[in-house]
């Protein structure tokens, strides 16, 4: 989608390795998401950033860190990659909720990451 | 705590209209959305309501709510083969700025 995009869009990794995924946007928003993909499961959010060095966590956090040192980048990084982290990746973005009107997320391509 | 459901997969006719049910769990949520995955791609935005319509209609998708049953539907008219994909429901949960996703609908069309 124009404005954002994730890197790299395929991975394979070997168990016991850390993985960084990153999510770069150009439209200024101030929230940014990570969330993962898996079959029956839905969209499953893993953090969340609020601005600038500003985060949270999400359902399923463990195994998972991020950074935000600026409004553009996202960056979410598996400390030692698992089976169990094989996955789609996505990163969304949004300009948060305003009175009136909705704040639907635009969303990247997607990480397709294979953990082995 | 916030939940969405959504039965996982829907086969209809080409020319048939599509229903796609969802309900959700937080009475205060203030927006509901659509969002369609194409294979391969991420989800986009379909179309949204405001929790204090019932009904909006946007070419062939019509977006039903029943707030007292926390129920929501999404109807596509006349369905096409590219209208193929996996539909999330999805609410804004009540905290600022986050967005609760359902667990997707699979969406085929039968020639």
């Known amino acids: 989608d124009a404005g954002i995009t994730q890197s790299p869009r395929h ?3 070997e168990t016991g390795t850390p993985v960084t995924l990153r999510c770069h946007q150009t439209e200024n928003h101030r929230y940014m998401y990570w969330y993962r993909q898996d079959p029956g499961h839905g969209l499953r959010l893993i953090h969340y950033s609020y601005g600038v060095k500003d985060t949270d966590k999400g359902e399923v956090s463990d195994g998972y860190s991020v950074s935000r040192s600026k409004t553009e980048d996202f960056l979410l990084t598996l400390e030692s990659a698992t089976s169990s982290q094989t996955s789609v990746y996505f ?26 | 705590g916030e939940d969405v459901e ?19 769990t937080d009475s205060s949520s203030t927006y509901l959305y659509w969002y369609k995955q194409e294979p391969g791609a991420g989800l986009q935005l379909l179309t949204y309501i405001f929790s204090n319509m019932d009904m909006k209609q ?32 999805a609410e804004s949960g009540g905290s600022a700025s986050k967005i609760i996703f359902g667990s997707g609908t699979r969406l085929s069309i039968r020639p």
Do not use: M, W
């Open chain 2, 6 to 24: 959504q039965s996982l997969f829907l086969s209809v006719r080409e020319g048939d209209s599509s229903v796609i049910n969802c309900t959700y």
């Open chain 2, 58 to 89: 946007d070419q062939r998708l019509t977006v039903l709510l029943n707030k007292k049953d926390k129920h929501l539907s999404l109807r596509i008219a006349d369905t096409q083969t590219g209208d193929s994909a996996i539909y999330f429901c």
């Open chain 1, 91 to 116: 990163c969304a973005i949004s300009e948060g909720q305003k009175r009136g009107r909705p704040y639907g997320y635009t969303f990247g391509s997607g990480t397709r990451l294979t953990v082995v």
């Open chain 1, 11 to 13: 991975k394979v990794t």
